[in-house]
């Protein structure tokens, strides 16, 4: 498996649930990430215990919510991670384990975006990476009051494309969208999502994070050690023992 592959993943939605909870299959694996992709029909959320947010967008007129959740995994860690609600709510959310030693610190960029009446939804972070390879992860949230939409494709090489829907007992519809993408250089990513259709009632709210590799060992920057640095240690000195 390379850096930014998707492991293991779940799914799930309620429409009326507070805290949401999902459960990875499998067994974790230190240094990888845990991210959890959420949105929400008008409620606030909050990492639960052992997660943190990277990003919330609060849609400025219906007060949808989507927000990315993050953790760096730890030896020992379990399977079951909550993110809490405001209050009880309808909600789809996945959850997904992705390979890579990231740094301790990972997050870097971030950025939101709301597109409504619009089947073409794009997102951009704010500011340009600090680090070539970072991961990029894109969160779209979806509510449509007419008709059942999907995500069929993302731009610029994101890949993981996934969605989940949320219709239960409800008169509107609601997803969300997971997309990934490994970063080939500094920059400031950006993600378009073609949905189906387009309609007046479509409203989006969307966010995006990137997160950082961890240092290489053996790198210079891993021990401390910049090039200048490196380049100015003397070698020892032969004189003295000729043949």
């Avoid at 949905?195 to 409203?203: E, F, K, R, V």
């Avoid at 709210?205 to 200048?228: D, E, L, P, Q, R």
Wanted: with cysteine; hydrophobic share 40%.
């Amino acid at each position: 498996m390379a850096f930014g592959d998707i492991l293991f993943t779940t799914a799930v939605d309620s429409d009326a649930g507070d805290p949401i909870s999902a459960t990875l299959s499998g067994s974790r694996t230190a240094g990888n990430l845990l991210v959890y992709w959420v949105f929400t029909f008008a409620s606030n959320s909050t990492a639960g215990t052992g997660l943190s947010e990277a990003y919330e967008n609060i849609h400025s007129g219906n007060g949808d919510v989507a927000a990315l959740y993050y953790r760096v995994i730890q030896g020992g860690d379990g399977n079951t991670w909550e993110v809490d609600l405001a209050e009880s709510d309808q909600y789809a959310a996945i959850l997904s384990e992705i390979e890579g030693q990231f740094a301790t610190a990972p997050l870097d960029q971030t950025g939101e975006s709301e597109v409504t009446a619009n089947n073409n939804v794009v997102v951009s972070a704010s500011g340009a990476t600090t680090q070539a390879d970072e991961l990029a992860v894109v969160c779209f949230g979806v509510r449509d009051a007419v008709n059942t939409v999907d995500i069929t494709a993302l731009s610029d090489s994101f890949t993981g494309l996934l969605t989940e829907h949320n219709a239960l007992g409800q008169a509107w519809h609601m997803l969300v969208a997971r997309g990934v993408k490994v970063l080939s250089a500094t920059g400031t990513p950006s993600c378009q999502a073609t949905l189906s259709s387009a309609n007046a009632s479509i409203q989006t709210t969307n966010c995006i994070a990137t997160f950082k590799k961890a240092a290489a060992v053996g790198s210079t920057a891993a021990h401390g050690v910049s090039k200048s640095d490196q380049q100015a240690i003397v070698q020892p000195s032969m004189a003295g023992f000729a043949a």
